[in-house]
């Protein structure tokens, strides 16, 4: 009889790691012989060469850059420096990690949730135009608004930036997934107040533990930010605001520099990988993912869409493939949320039925092009 076919892993933050191990063993070396392991020269070297990529693009403004502990409390850090907490609505989306919410919830906020286009899994701007002309009633004024940059695609961010703009809200770039994406020439993370990015190992940009960072081209935003994430200091041991202990330590931060160094490589071959697989898909009964025009897409995953997902994952894995599901619970259907947390006026409805349908391939830059081919045989058997 014969065995079945080792499974391809959905991710393999360990292929990092070999990919970059000789780079990456000498900066934590170095950060280890520094005897400085806490908000040093590494994590602030970091920040400012985090934030002259993400401002590279012509016409960018100049960025400022604060690492922190994870990409959760870069969302919460952001809304904290903007004075947003109790008595205050922010907008956001159910088709996301938790995090997203978790966080608006932390500085004791109010998330209303919106549904989402059905192509692109992001925010809808329609449905956010509304909400912003008539807020449900009940609620707290809204304060801000958090579209998510799914998958590595971006929101469509014209219409939502002007709707915000309009009513005087903050837009906050929830850019977890979308590491070196971009809209109309424009790097994502760049174009709203602020932007928070997840630096867990699985993402784009991602360290060898946990982390986070945020940009804002708001000088003042980051001091006040950079201050809140130590206990409020701006002199050490005192404190001038109300704080919190979030800080990204030393050797994850020389672990990045070394990772941003290959990230926009590492994307391309990302797109090789989606391309491929688009390929492959020819014929079959599933659709490549969308891309927005005017985009520039990252592919954090490959994300596909079917009513029987369940049939064709499992396919797969008879197959030797392994596969992941992003998300398989909307954040507003969950045990913790369900019922207490507010939706749009569009109840989120295509959300639910997203999150029964769509299940994701392996997609990481360390795939070899024999595994890709792997994955894109197992593709046109379906």
Known sequence: MNASPAILPFADPGAGYRALQPEIDAAVARALAS??????????????????????QPGAPTMHAVGCANGTDAIMLILRGMGIGEGSTVVTVSHTAVATVAAIEMVGATPLLLDIDPDTYTMDPDELASVLADPPPGLPPIRAVIPVHIYGQAVDLGPIKAACDEAGVFLIEDCAQCHGAMLGGAKLGTIGHAAAFSLYPTKNLGALGDGGILATPDRELAARIGAIRQYGWKRRYISDLQGVNSRLDEVQA????????????????????AAAYDAALAGTALTPPARRPGAHHVFHLYVLRHPKRDEFMFSLKARGIGTGIHYPMPVHSQPAYAGRVPLGPANCAETARVAEEVFSLPMYPELTDEQVARVCEALSGL
């Open 254 to 273: 020389a672990i990045l520099r070394v990772k941003l160094q290959h990230l926009d490589r590492q994307n391309d071959r990302r797109r090789q990988i």
């Open 35 to 56: 005897g400085w392991y806490i908000l040093g020269r590494e994590g602030e070297a970091f920040e400012a060469e985090f934030a002259a990529w993400l401002g590279d």
